[in-house]
T-cell receptor
Framework: KQEVTQIPAALSVPEGENLVLNCSFT??????LQWFRQDPGKGLTSLLL?????REQTSGRLNASLDKSSGRSTLYIAASQPGDSATYLC??????????FGEGTQLTVNP | EPEVTQTPSHQVTQMGQEVILRCVPI?????FYWYRQILGQKVEFLVS????????KSEIFDDQFSVERPDGSNFTLKIRSTKLEDSAMYFC???????????FGEGSRLTVL
């Protein structure tokens, strides 16, 4: 059974700092991995999708990497802004059509 | 930009009542999903739906739950007899194919009293 873990659970940084969020998964036989952002009481906004054959994906200030063999992904956020404050969720698709989610990292960027 | 829309945003119901949550997936998507998130817990998969039938369901999705695509645009989740533990945020999602990017709606918060 796939298990997804995200570290740290919470992170507080000053504005402008570069930061890394970590995601690990137990079953390396994945189809893809998706990073989401969730604001309090809101839905999930897709940030990046990395296919199993890819090593990284970039969108603006976000860069996600994938090391399938070691069961790890990182989300790098450059030059963080207060508007980046949210919970960041990692989810992997293993077999079938379901996504398995981590608990999330709650990020606070202080002005 | 196309988006997944869900109604209602919040529903309060008494235990034992039937609830229907509605979703309009992105129009050209073929795969539809329901997930739920109990307060303070992980997002959990409930069911996936393709070609007018369930393609996968989790152990949570028991006989009290059902899904339907009654017309070309709506996708519904029905809970027949709600329990206190059904209180959660329910998310609908859709995907163009079975392995690509999932797009989620804003969620329907269900409170069972």
């Amino acid at each position: 059974k796939q298990e997804v873990t995200q570290i740290p659970a919470a992170l507080s940084v000053p504005e402008g700092e570069n930061l890394v969020l970590n995601c690990s998964f137990t079953d390396s036989a994945i189809y893809n991995l998706q990073w989401f952002r969730q604001d309090p009481g809101k839905g999930l906004t897709s940030l990046l999708l990395i296919q199993s054959s890819q090593r990284e994906q970039t969108s603006g200030r976000l860069n996600a990497s994938l090391d399938k063999s070691s069961g790890r992904s990182t989300l790098y956020i450059a030059a963080s802004q207060p508007g980046d404050s949210a919970t960041y969720l990692c989810a992997v698709r293993t077999s079938g059509s379901r996504l398995t989610f981590g608990e999330g990292t709650q990020l606070t960027v202080n002005p | 930009e196309p988006e997944v829309t869900q109604t209602p945003s919040h529903q309060v119901t008494q235990m034992g009542q039937e609830v229907i949550l509605r979703c309009v997936p992105i129009s050209n998507h073929l795969y539809f999903y329901w997930y739920r998130q109990i307060l303070g817990q992980k997002v959990e998969f409930l069911v996936s739906f393709y070609n007018n039938e369930i393609s996968e369901k989790s152990e949570i999705f028991d006989d009290q739950f059902s899904v339907e695509r009654p017309d070309g645009s709506n996708f519904t989740l029905k809970i027949r007899s709600t329990k206190l533990e059904d209180s959660a945020m329910y998310f609908c999602a859709s995907c163009w194919d079975g392995t690509g990017e999932l797009f989620f709606g804003e969620g329907s918060r269900l409170t069972v009293l």
